[in-house]
């Protein structure tokens, strides 16, 4: 404003460009919200800047509010930032749709689809996670430098390690994860004052040669990490098999409000403790970064069953690709019958080798997939460029496109409730529906808006967005037009409705201007 002697609502259209907000949380209680009754305690250290910016204290609690002039709403910290912000996105493509119906009291009227909030799925620094191990393999495949650029050439170099490297590194993991974690039940155990003879134990908890699973995170309701205790009985005749051994290593904590999360983590400690799975299971305490480390260079199988849809993008899971470490998930289809089978499925040289060529396509697809190069590079591609050259357009010449923008703004608030959509006229070929309807724009120019035709998916068949063509005047009518369009006729006609939108070239609608007419 300063610098450019733009208003505010000026400085906004022209900063709003290079602000990007990514939102992580995928339910609306996530967000910090405010009641106004506090917010006005500290009014007073505002004032300057409200009485600078020539905006009153409520119209600047309506950047945070879905319903203008609404004083019981209070004030939501991602609305403000949606309103400051051309680009949004979440960080996966499912928490992208749950961010959508979040944020659609923003967007009244317009379609969950069309809800301006994008994805970048989630990366992990991967140089971070990788053992010794499993960095001497990559490094023998792709090279030193492999996570400094773009890695798609990747897959195809990793792909080329054999079962005999595979199993190699995944045991020799393994067996270091055990030796770790007995060292570490030891300390555990010592704190807390067991005899010498009951730590002395910690020295035989484990396998190195069984089927290990790995479970650390932060323990709360939605992670669900008391699922595997829903049949206890079962969990012991698995853990326990003679031939098919396996193993559970957990971690986590949980917040010190967090009443449910604590329980679970009694549970598991009360169950570690029992006869029949105390060879079996392990859960270590003071969970932190280290021991992450350990755990995701050492484990088989990473165990994951949020409730859907409350995990925006758990990051653990990708901390094992690199290490040769595979995925279980809730929703991937890949559990019960065919993992402790898998594992134990050996050839006459001892190699489960259907297990071994998971694990290759888990490294060379997965790895790269879920890195922070490839995360870095959607950031600067799909936004951060984008974002840059629209700020700088809109920046030049003092602000003068940000201005016409506020303008244009201006006008078609002023002038929205002038706008009609008469009746369609359709016909068809058996192909191909023609459209033609009379608009009637009132004190908005043509070319402040864009008339569409529209339908939304429904029964397996995608939506339909095109544009009518401004045509003829409308004889005896101010500033009236028969727009025409056409469209395939693989939806019934009266599927079709015609709608009105905010057009300034540039201008992300309705990310910054939310405005739309529906045909009656």
């Known amino acids: 404003m300063r610098r450019s002697n ?22 609306a209680a996530g967000f910090d919200r405010f009641p106004a009754d506090a917010l006005a305690k500290y009014a007073r250290y505002v004032e300057g800047f409200l009485a600078e910016a020539g905006i009153g204290l409520d119209e600047f609690l309506a950047l945070g509010r879905a319903r203008y002039g609404d004083e019981n709403e209070p004030f939501n910290m991602a609305y403000l930032a949606i309103r400051g912000s051309m680009q949004t996105f979440g960080v996966s493509r499912l928490h992208g749709q749950v961010s959508r119906h979040i944020f659609q009291p923003l967007f009244p009227r317009w379609p969950e689809d069309e809800v301006p909030v994008g994805h970048v799925t989630n990366g992990v620094h991967v140089p971070s996670w990788d053992s010794s191990r499993a960095d001497e393999l990559w490094t023998a495949a792709c090279g030193k430098e492999r996570w400094r650029g773009v890695p ?39 704190s807390r ?23 650390a995170r932060r323990f709360t309701g939605y992670k669900r990490p008391n699922l595997l ?36 983590i009694r549970e598991w400690i009360d169950l570690a403790q029992r006869p029949e799975f105390r060879q079996r299971v392990v859960f270590l ?9 350990e755990l995701v260079q050492g484990v088989d199988v990473w165990i994951n069953t949020p409730r859907r849809p409350w995990e925006a993008c758990g990051t653990s899971g990708m901390k094992v690709l690199v290490n040769g470490g595979l995925n279980l998930s809730e929703r991937d289809g890949w559990w019960e019958q065919e993992v402790v089978p898998e594992f134990y499925a050996r050839d006459a040289a001892g190699m489960p080798r259907r297990w071994l060529e998971r694990v290759r396509r888990s490294m060379a697809s997965l790895t790269p997939t879920y890195s922070s190069s490839r995360m870095a590079r959607d950031y600067v591609e799909q936004y ?17 496109p940000a201005r016409a923008m506020h303008a244009w703004e201006s006008r078609l608030r002023r002038h929205w409730s002038g706008l009609h959509i008469g009746e369609t006229s359709v016909c068809g070929d058996g192909t191909t529906w023609s459209f033609s309807v009379p608009v009637y724009l009132g004190e908005i120019a043509p070319s402040d808006v864009a008339v569409q035709l529209y ?8 939506r339909f ?5 401004r045509g003829e005047p409308i004889i005896g009518a101010t500033n009236g037009h028969i727009y025409t369009g056409t469209a395939p006729a693989t939806r019934r006609a009266e599927e079709y409705t015609v709608r009105i939108i905010p057009y300034f070239s540039g201008v992300r609608v309705p990310a910054e201007l939310p405005l739309i007419l529906w045909q009656k």
């Open 152 to 190: 798609d050439a990747l897959p195809e170099l990793i792909a080329s390690l054999s079962d005999e490297q595979l199993w190699t590194m995944a045991s020799e993991e393994r067996q270091i994860l055990i030796r770790q974690v007995r060292a570490r039940l030891a300390r555990q155990l010592g």
């Open 465 to 469: 967005l095109g544009e009518l063509l």
């Open 193 to 215: 004052g067991y005899p010498p003879e009951i730590v002395a134990q910690s020295a035989n908890v484990l396998d190195p040669n069984a089927l290990t699973l790995g479970f």
């Open 285 to 293: 305490e003071d969970y932190d970064i280290a021991l992450a480390q």
């Open 229 to 264: 205790l829903a049949d206890p009985a079962r969990l012991a005749r698995l853990l326990n098999d003679p031939a098919r051994p396996v193993q559970l290593v957990l971690a986590g904590k949980a917040h010190p409000a967090d009443d449910v999360g604590r329980e679970m």
């Open 6 to 27: 733009l208003s505010f609502r000026e400085a906004l259209w022209a900063t709003r460009a290079g602000n990007i907000f990514t939102t992580h949380t995928p339910v």
């Open 455 to 462: 339908v939304d998916p429904r029964d397996g068949k995608e």
């Open 384 to 400: 951060y460029l984008i974002g840059a050259a629209e700020l700088r357009r809109r920046s030049a010449d003092g602000g003068e």
